[in-house]
Protein backbone atom coordinates (compact mmCIF):
# COMPACT_ATOMS: atom_id res chain seq x y z
CA UNK A 1 0.00 0.00 0.00
CA UNK A 2 1.46 3.38 -1.24
CA UNK A 3 1.95 6.59 1.60
CA UNK A 4 -0.78 8.92 1.56
CA UNK A 5 1.85 11.89 1.64
CA UNK A 6 3.34 13.24 -2.06
CA UNK A 7 7.14 13.25 -1.48
CA UNK A 8 10.05 13.72 -3.78
CA UNK A 9 12.75 11.53 -5.17
CA UNK A 10 16.26 11.85 -5.44
CA UNK A 11 16.68 15.82 -4.48
CA UNK A 12 14.73 18.49 -2.67
CA UNK A 13 13.98 19.99 -5.63
CA UNK A 14 16.38 21.83 -8.35
CA UNK A 15 16.28 25.50 -7.40
CA UNK A 16 17.61 28.67 -10.13
CA UNK A 17 18.13 32.13 -9.81
CA UNK A 18 18.99 35.15 -10.70
CA UNK A 19 19.76 38.70 -9.69
CA UNK A 20 17.24 41.70 -11.10
CA UNK A 21 20.59 44.32 -12.26
CA UNK A 22 21.17 45.76 -15.57
CA UNK A 23 24.12 43.70 -17.01
CA UNK A 24 24.80 40.30 -15.56
CA UNK A 25 27.02 39.75 -13.22
CA UNK A 26 27.75 43.72 -12.59
CA UNK A 27 26.22 44.66 -9.48
CA UNK A 28 25.96 48.45 -8.52
CA UNK A 29 25.76 48.84 -4.95
CA UNK A 30 22.01 51.00 -3.91
CA UNK A 31 21.20 53.32 -2.04
CA UNK A 32 22.06 52.66 1.88
CA UNK A 33 18.54 53.58 2.55
CA UNK A 34 18.14 49.96 0.38
CA UNK A 35 20.59 47.61 2.18
CA UNK A 36 19.00 46.68 4.97
CA UNK A 37 17.91 43.30 7.29
CA UNK A 38 14.40 44.04 7.05
CA UNK A 39 12.56 42.00 4.41
CA UNK A 40 11.72 43.43 1.17
CA UNK A 41 8.65 42.98 -0.73
CA UNK A 42 9.52 42.93 -4.56
CA UNK A 43 5.75 42.74 -5.31
CA UNK A 44 2.54 40.59 -5.08
CA UNK A 45 3.85 37.00 -4.33
CA UNK A 46 2.07 35.34 -7.53
CA UNK A 47 2.99 31.75 -9.43
CA UNK A 48 4.22 33.26 -12.82
CA UNK A 49 4.37 29.90 -14.66
CA UNK A 50 3.72 25.83 -13.79
CA UNK A 51 3.25 23.08 -15.60
CA UNK A 52 3.60 19.26 -15.36
CA UNK A 53 6.73 17.59 -17.76
CA UNK A 54 8.14 14.28 -18.38
CA UNK A 55 11.31 15.55 -17.57
CA UNK A 56 13.01 17.71 -15.37
CA UNK A 57 14.20 21.44 -15.94
CA UNK A 58 17.40 22.15 -16.23
CA UNK A 59 17.14 25.90 -16.26
CA UNK A 60 15.14 28.89 -16.30
CA UNK A 61 12.40 28.75 -18.85
CA UNK A 62 14.38 25.86 -20.42
CA UNK A 63 13.25 25.85 -23.63
CA UNK A 64 13.51 21.89 -23.82
CA UNK A 65 10.90 21.42 -21.35
CA UNK A 66 7.97 20.00 -22.88
CA UNK A 67 4.87 20.56 -21.14
CA UNK A 68 2.44 17.37 -21.24
CA UNK A 69 -1.16 16.46 -19.84
CA UNK A 70 -0.27 12.85 -19.79
CA UNK A 71 1.46 11.58 -17.60
CA UNK A 72 1.81 7.23 -17.45
CA UNK A 73 1.33 5.79 -13.71
CA UNK A 74 5.12 4.38 -14.08
CA UNK A 75 6.63 7.69 -14.54
CA UNK A 76 8.30 10.29 -12.63
CA UNK A 77 6.03 13.81 -12.47
CA UNK A 78 8.13 16.82 -12.89
CA UNK A 79 6.23 20.22 -12.08
CA UNK A 80 7.56 23.12 -12.98
CA UNK A 81 6.78 26.44 -10.76
CA UNK A 82 7.81 30.27 -11.28
CA UNK A 83 7.70 32.12 -8.28
CA UNK A 84 7.84 35.88 -8.31
CA UNK A 85 7.56 38.56 -5.54
CA UNK A 86 8.95 36.83 -2.56
CA UNK A 87 10.09 39.38 -0.15
CA UNK A 88 14.09 39.17 0.87
CA UNK A 89 16.11 40.37 3.23
CA UNK A 90 19.81 41.37 2.78
CA UNK A 91 22.09 39.98 5.72
CA UNK A 92 26.13 39.35 5.09
CA UNK A 93 26.47 40.55 1.75
CA UNK A 94 23.69 38.00 0.54
CA UNK A 95 19.98 38.51 -0.73
CA UNK A 96 17.96 36.00 1.03
CA UNK A 97 14.46 34.34 0.43
CA UNK A 98 13.03 31.34 1.48
CA UNK A 99 9.97 29.80 0.43
CA UNK A 100 8.42 26.28 1.36
CA UNK A 101 6.05 24.62 -1.37
CA UNK A 102 3.02 22.43 -0.38
CA UNK A 103 1.41 20.54 -2.93
CA UNK A 104 -2.06 18.24 -2.80
CA UNK A 105 -3.25 15.92 -5.36
CA UNK A 106 -7.15 16.25 -5.94
CA UNK A 107 -9.18 14.40 -8.18
CA UNK A 108 -11.87 16.16 -10.18
CA UNK A 109 -14.66 15.92 -7.49
CA UNK A 110 -12.02 17.70 -5.27
CA UNK A 111 -11.29 15.06 -2.77
CA UNK A 112 -7.66 15.24 -1.41
CA UNK A 113 -5.74 11.94 -2.62
CA UNK A 114 -2.54 12.52 -1.47
CA UNK A 115 -1.26 15.82 0.63
CA UNK A 116 2.16 17.23 0.73
CA UNK A 117 1.98 19.95 3.54
CA UNK A 118 6.31 21.33 3.26
CA UNK A 119 6.85 19.35 0.40
CA UNK A 120 9.91 21.55 0.19
CA UNK A 121 11.49 23.91 2.05
CA UNK A 122 14.08 25.74 -0.29
CA UNK A 123 16.53 28.43 0.92
CA UNK A 124 17.70 31.55 -1.05
CA UNK A 125 20.96 32.79 -0.84
CA UNK A 126 22.87 35.21 -3.42
CA UNK A 127 25.72 37.35 -2.97
CA UNK A 128 25.52 40.21 -4.01
CA UNK A 129 27.12 43.72 -2.82
CA UNK A 130 23.55 45.18 -2.35
CA UNK A 131 19.62 44.76 -1.43
CA UNK A 132 18.52 43.58 -5.00
CA UNK A 133 15.76 41.85 -6.32
CA UNK A 134 15.66 38.45 -6.97
CA UNK A 135 14.61 37.42 -10.37
CA UNK A 136 14.02 34.05 -12.49
CA UNK A 137 13.77 31.67 -9.84
CA UNK A 138 12.02 28.39 -10.50
CA UNK A 139 11.61 24.98 -8.95
CA UNK A 140 11.13 21.78 -10.61
CA UNK A 141 9.56 19.16 -7.94
CA UNK A 142 10.14 15.35 -8.76
CA UNK A 143 7.96 12.77 -7.56
CA UNK A 144 7.53 9.14 -7.87
CA UNK A 145 5.50 7.91 -9.87
CA UNK A 146 1.94 8.23 -8.54
CA UNK A 147 0.72 4.99 -9.83
CA UNK A 148 -3.09 6.37 -9.46
CA UNK A 149 -6.05 4.66 -11.73
CA UNK A 150 -5.75 6.56 -14.76
CA UNK A 151 -8.37 9.32 -15.41
CA UNK A 152 -8.12 13.00 -14.63
CA UNK A 153 -6.59 14.73 -11.56
CA UNK A 154 -5.68 18.32 -10.34
CA UNK A 155 -2.40 19.32 -8.52
CA UNK A 156 -2.46 22.32 -6.56
CA UNK A 157 0.89 24.27 -5.83
CA UNK A 158 1.39 26.60 -2.91
CA UNK A 159 4.21 28.63 -2.20
CA UNK A 160 4.77 29.86 1.13
CA UNK A 161 6.56 33.28 1.78
CA UNK A 162 8.84 32.65 4.68
CA UNK A 163 10.03 36.56 5.11
CA UNK A 164 7.21 38.37 3.33
CA UNK A 165 4.61 35.88 4.90
CA UNK A 166 2.01 35.58 2.24
CA UNK A 167 0.87 32.55 0.19
CA UNK A 168 0.39 31.83 -3.28
CA UNK A 169 -1.46 28.81 -5.08
CA UNK A 170 -2.23 27.77 -8.54
CA UNK A 171 -3.80 24.88 -10.08
CA UNK A 172 -3.23 22.53 -12.89
CA UNK A 173 -4.95 19.25 -14.04
CA UNK A 174 -3.31 16.41 -15.57
CA UNK A 175 -4.50 13.07 -17.03
CA UNK A 176 -2.71 9.83 -15.23
CA UNK A 177 -2.65 6.94 -18.45
CA UNK A 178 -1.91 3.69 -17.80
CA UNK A 179 1.93 2.01 -17.15
CA UNK A 180 4.11 2.10 -20.63
CA UNK A 181 6.73 0.08 -19.25
CA UNK A 182 10.18 1.08 -20.55
CA UNK A 183 12.68 4.26 -20.27
CA UNK A 184 11.55 7.35 -19.09
CA UNK A 185 11.69 9.90 -22.35
CA UNK A 186 14.76 11.86 -22.81
CA UNK A 187 15.39 15.49 -22.40
CA UNK A 188 15.45 17.02 -26.19
Known amino acids: MRSAVLRTVACLGLLGLGLSAGVPGLLQPAPAAAQSALPSQVGKLSIDRMFVSEVPATKYRDPALR ?8 RELHIYVEPVGLA ?23 KVIRDGKGLLKLPIAVKAQSHLPLKDIYTNIKLD ?13 RVNDEFGRTAAEKT ?4 QTAAQGGAAPAKK
Do not use: H, R, S
Open 172 to 175: IGFT
Open 88 to 110: TKFENGEVKAQMIIDLQLKNTAG
Open 67 to 74: QTANVPAD
Open 145 to 157: PLKLAPGPYVLLV
